[in-house]
């Protein structure tokens, strides 16, 4: 049904639109205009109109039917361009195209599935120290595995734990510069606050380290099929700037472990929760993997897929995408105008009661019933879709299953905090406090 004018949506106040609601709580804010305003609804964001579209078949038709006529947009704040640069992430037409061709090679399926023995060793090792009656940040923990896994898979490179925690220190203040603050619409992006020294200290920090590895690798043969390797021979036939090297590395570090380790952290928190439900999964992990997950293993683990979909569903790493028009687009029944602002947030869609019974509950088995027959396909994007779909999807899942028997096969983990957890929004969806678990012993 055609519909006139434009969409519905909150009131805001001059100059800020709706930023200073948005920045105050993401979460809260979403989910409020979607229950109050439908499928469409717009308002005004970091002083671009917005239009948040929670139907599954509206985010099908920007990431995919219509994929040709958004791009990923410009926020205004240079910090996300000096961080990601020209990286996958935020590369547009024939710059993007031809990265991800390049970057395609070190994640070919047979790639992939050939990690999996290293995958599992890293993750033997990372445990190796861990005790009974321990009690560890989970996500912390985990995303000091997943960082480990990623340079050794797409770099190359093995790091010692001094680098690791140096790694780790520098993603803090990294992550801090991304949370919503409507201040920050009203302050240059240059202007030496503690906020943004604390930003280029940590960056430097991480590209030193970078450019260590890579000299390192330049050292060795580049007949690797590693991402750094790969691109390292594409600069040697000029195909690479040293500034397109270092943004793509800077993308693949951060993007490459942090979805993954908060991922797991969610599903050690909800397996927490829910204990029967993590007693099937520890059942099928012993039955099919024992002490010593494989590759072969990874298809039989149908129960541990819908785990892991659940907990993707309920805490999405990536809680909201952007897409901004470039060109006017019929959405919703409403004319979206070209350079509009387009947000598809998997937190509001992902917990609606529109494509899932008793949303709010966690129940693998929405997965592995009938319910998902008539489910709409986006109705669940955790890794976005379309074209520009998370190119380590598969990566990210196969590392998800075999660190979860890895630490299943030795430990159960028990929260020792009692409450809600607390969310954190930045360019992920981070715990806002440690996730302090206890291991118990198997």
């Given at each position: 049904?055609?519909?006139d004018?434009?969409p ?17 709580d993401?979460f809260?804010?979403?989910?409020a205009?979607g229950?109050?305003?439908?499928d ?5 964001l ?6 948040m579209l ?7 038709r ?5 994929a040709?006529a ?6 205004g704040?240079?910090a996300?361009?000096?961080l ?7 590369s547009?037409?024939a710059?993007?195209?031809r990265q ?6 070190a ?10 023995e ?18 560890v ?9 997943t960082?480990?896994?990623?340079a050794?898979?797409m770099?190359?490179?093995?790091l ?8 780790q220190t520098?993603?803090?203040?990294l992550?801090?510069?991304?949370e919503?603050?409507?201040?920050r619409f009203l302050?240059?992006?240059w202007l030496?606050?503690d ?13 030193s380290?970078?450019?260590?590895i890579?000299a390192?690798?330049r050292?060795r043969?580049?007949a690797?099929d ?8 594409a600069?040697e ?10 943004d793509?590395?800077v993308?693949?570090l951060?993007a490459g472990?942090?979805?993954?380790a908060l991922?797991l ?7 927490d929760?829910?204990?029967d ?7 099928e992990?012993?039955h099919?993997?024992g002490d ?7 298809p039989?683990?149908?129960f ?5 979909d659940e907990s993707l569903?309920?805490?999405p790493?990536v809680?909201?995408?952007f ?5 006017g687009v019929?959405l ?8 509009a602002?387009?947000?598809l947030?998997q937190w509001v869609v992902?917990r609606?009661d529109?494509?899932y ?8 088995d929405?997965?592995l019933d009938d319910?998902?027959e008539?489910?709409?396909?986006f ?5 976005g ?8 999807k ?6 998800s ?12 983990l028990?929260r020792?905090d ?6 954190r ?7 806002r406090?440690?996730v ?5 012993g198997?």
């Amino acid at each position: 049904m055609s519909l006139d004018g434009r969409p519905p949506g909150p009131e805001g106040v001059p100059l800020l639109g709706n930023t200073h609601q948005y920045a105050r709580d993401p979460f809260t804010f979403m989910s409020a205009v979607g229950r109050a305003y439908g499928d469409v609804a717009a308002f005004d964001l970091a002083g671009q109109r917005t239009y948040m579209l929670t139907n599954p078949a509206d985010v099908e038709r920007v990431l995919v039917g219509r994929a040709d006529a958004f791009r990923k947009p410009v926020f205004g704040d240079d910090a996300i361009e000096d961080l990601l640069g020209n990286g996958l992430l935020l590369s547009e037409g024939a710059d993007w195209r031809r990265q991800r061709d390049l970057a395609g090679e070190a994640f070919r399926p047979q790639r992939i599935a050939g990690l999996a023995e290293r995958m599992v060793e890293l993750a033997e090792r990372h445990v190796a120290d861990w005790e009974p009656g321990d009690v560890v940040d989970v996500r912390e923990e985990l995303a000091s595995l997943t960082v480990t896994v990623i340079a050794d898979a797409m770099f190359g490179a093995t790091l010692d734990d001094a680098t690791t925690a140096e790694i780790q220190t520098a993603l803090e203040p990294l992550g801090a510069r991304f949370e919503p603050d409507a201040r920050r619409f009203l302050l240059p992006s240059w202007l030496p606050t503690d906020e943004n020294r604390a930003f280029r200290d940590a960056l430097d920090t991480l590209e030193s380290i970078l450019d260590d590895i890579v000299a390192e690798r330049r050292r060795r043969d580049l007949a690797g099929d590693d991402l750094l390797s790969v691109l390292l021979r594409a600069q040697e036939h000029g195909e690479q700037t040293d500034r397109q090297l270092r943004d793509e590395l800077v993308t693949m570090l951060l993007a490459g472990h942090d979805t993954t380790a908060l991922a797991l952290t969610y599903t050690f928190f909800l397996l927490d929760r829910n204990p029967d439900d993590r007693r099937r999964l520890y059942a099928e992990l012993d039955h099919v993997c024992g002490d010593d997950p494989t590759f072969e293993d990874v298809p039989r683990l149908e129960f541990a897929d819908a785990v892991l979909d659940e907990s993707l569903r309920l805490y999405p790493p990536v809680y909201t995408m952007f897409r901004e028009s470039t060109e006017g687009v019929r959405l919703g029944g409403y004319d979206v105008p070209a350079d509009a602002l387009c947000m598809l947030p998997q937190w509001v869609v992902h917990r609606s009661d529109r494509w899932y019974d008793d949303p709010e509950a966690f129940d693998p088995d929405r997965w592995l019933d009938d319910r998902t027959e008539d489910r709409h396909r986006f109705a669940f994007f955790p890794f976005g879709g379309g074209p520009r779909i998370c190119i380590g999807k598969q990566f990210s899942l196969l590392e998800s299953k075999l660190i979860l028997a890895t630490v299943a096969s030795r430990f159960e983990l028990e929260r020792v905090d009692d409450g809600p957890l607390e969310l954190r929004p930045s360019l992920t969806m981070h715990p806002r406090d440690p996730v302090r678990m206890r291991l118990i012993g198997r």
